[in-house]
């Protein structure tokens, strides 16, 4: 199995930063791409940033500048990827999602999940 935690959500002032974690484990082979999705109460799911294997990295137009995507690195807890947010705003304020696409222990492509962490800007 394959496991994808989140975590470093909070509360904080517009204008403050955070730093989300993300630890993808358990029977991986190989790892391609890892992202970080978020939804907003009443809002659409939407893809704020992601990075693959070589280092290549995407942003929504709405968090460039402000949000940065680590590499992929492995650790103890795991294939690990951050996502440094800057200058936040409420309107970032939502659920993040972190994403793993690996091939797991049925030597597939498959896309995994993690649960969520809550991100709120406000004063």
């Known amino acids: 199995q394959v496991q994808v935690v989140e975590s470093g959500g909070g509360l904080v002032q517009p204008g403050g930063s955070l730093r989300l974690s993300c630890a993808a484990s358990?029977?991986?082979?190989?790892?391609?791409?890892m992202s970080w999705d978020r939804q907003a109460p009443g809002k659409e799911r939407e893809l704020v940033a992601t990075v693959d294997r070589d280092a290549g990295r995407d942003y929504l137009d709405s968090v460039k500048g402000r949000f940065t995507i680590s590499s992929i690195s492995r650790d103890n807890a795991g294939n690990m990827v951050y996502l440094q947010m800057n200058e936040l705003k409420p309107e970032d304020t939502a659920v993040y999602y972190c994403n793993a696409y690996v091939v797991d222990w049925s030597n597939r492509w498959k896309d995994y999940w993690g649960q969520g962490t809550q991100v709120t800007v406000s004063s």
């Open positions: 358990g029977t991986i082979f190989d790892i391609n791409v």
